[in-house]
């Protein structure tokens, strides 16, 4: 098992910034691909940024590409996700997420690439 808590959401005007983080206990975090998700009401959660356990392959979303930074700690067990001239749009609450043991396969981008959830952080960005 893997336990994940995100934080760092807020209210930013259009044009700021916010770094949210998730920290993750449990089972070794080390190995886990982890990826970071976003859904708003009525619409389908959806793909923002992935991570492979080394930090090696990373991959976003066209939306958030050049404006958003993943990264990971390891020795701390943290997967964080610098967002950037943030727009209305980013508005959501953003979830972060582990894959299994047996990593995302081609799924990174999928919800169903994972394993394990947060209970996501609420992001509001101001026009």
């Known amino acids: 098992q893997v336990q994940l808590v995100e934080s760092g959401g807020g209210l930013v005007q259009a044009g700021g910034s916010l770094r949210l983080s998730c920290a993750a206990s449990?089972?070794?975090?080390?190995?886990?691909?982890m990826g970071w998700f976003r859904q708003t009401p009525g619409k389908e959660r959806e793909f923002v940024s992935a991570?492979?356990?080394?930090?090696?392959?990373?991959f976003y979303a066209d939306s958030v590409k050049g404006r958003f930074t993943i990264s990971r700690d390891n020795a701390e067990n943290t997967v964080y996700l610098q967002m950037s001239s943030l727009r209305p749009e980013d508005t959501a609450v953003y979830y972060c997420?582990?894959?299994?043991?047996?990593?995302?396969?081609?799924?990174?981008?999928?919800?169903?690439?994972?394993?394990?959830w947060g209970r996501g952080t609420q992001v509001t960005v101001s026009s």
């Open positions: 997420a582990a894959a299994g043991a047996g990593g995302w396969g081609l799924l990174q981008r999928m919800t169903s690439g994972y394993e394990y």
């Open positions: 449990g089972r070794t975090f080390s190995r886990n691909a």
């Open positions: 991570i492979s356990w080394s930090g090696a392959m990373i």
